[in-house]
């Protein structure tokens, strides 16, 4: 005496996930950042990289200055100053601005015309190229 089989052949089932899958929509693309929010990620990203590499590793050239950030910008220019220290308040000595929807950043202010300014010039703008790195 023979048993009928109860379950189907392997090969239906095969044929039947794969009409199925078929079916299925495409997977969602993951969300990318917006453009509005490019020129943010980046200010973010190099006011950290200011804050790790000029304060809190204790760089000596760094003493006299303070970070003052200001990412929330209504004008669309999130920006970061260095002011003298202990005085978010007073005229920026450094100022290093971003745009939002773009990878541009501005640099400026009169500490550029001094060396230590130049050493922030050249860290922002490697860090702005993709580096995270500090140097001293």
């Known amino acids: 005496m023979r048993f009928a089989h109860t379950r189907p052949a392997t090969g239906a089932v095969f044929a039947l996930l794969t009409i199925l899958s078929a079916c299925a929509s495409a997977p969602e693309p993951e969300p990318s950042t ?28 760094f003493d006299g200055y303070g970070l003052a950030p200001e990412l929330a910008s209504f004008s669309g220019k999130p920006r970061f100053l260095l002011t003298p220290a202990g005085q978010p308040e007073a005229r920026p000595l450094l100022v290093v601005e971003g ?34 790195d500090c140097v001293v």
């Not at 929010?37 to 790790?52: F, K, S, V």
């Not at 745009?99 to 050493?119: C, H, K, W």
Request: proline residues 5%; contains cysteine.
């Open 34 to 61: 917006s453009p509005s929010q490019a020129g943010l990620d980046l200010m973010e990203r190099l006011t950290l990289n200011a804050d790790r590499c000029w304060f809190k590793s204790g760089d000596p050239a």
């Open 99 to 132: 745009q939002s929807g773009s990878a541009d950043v501005s640099i400026y202010g009169p500490l550029l015309s001094e060396e230590i300014g130049q050493r922030a010039r050249a860290d922002v703008l490697r860090w702005q190229s993709g580096s995270d």
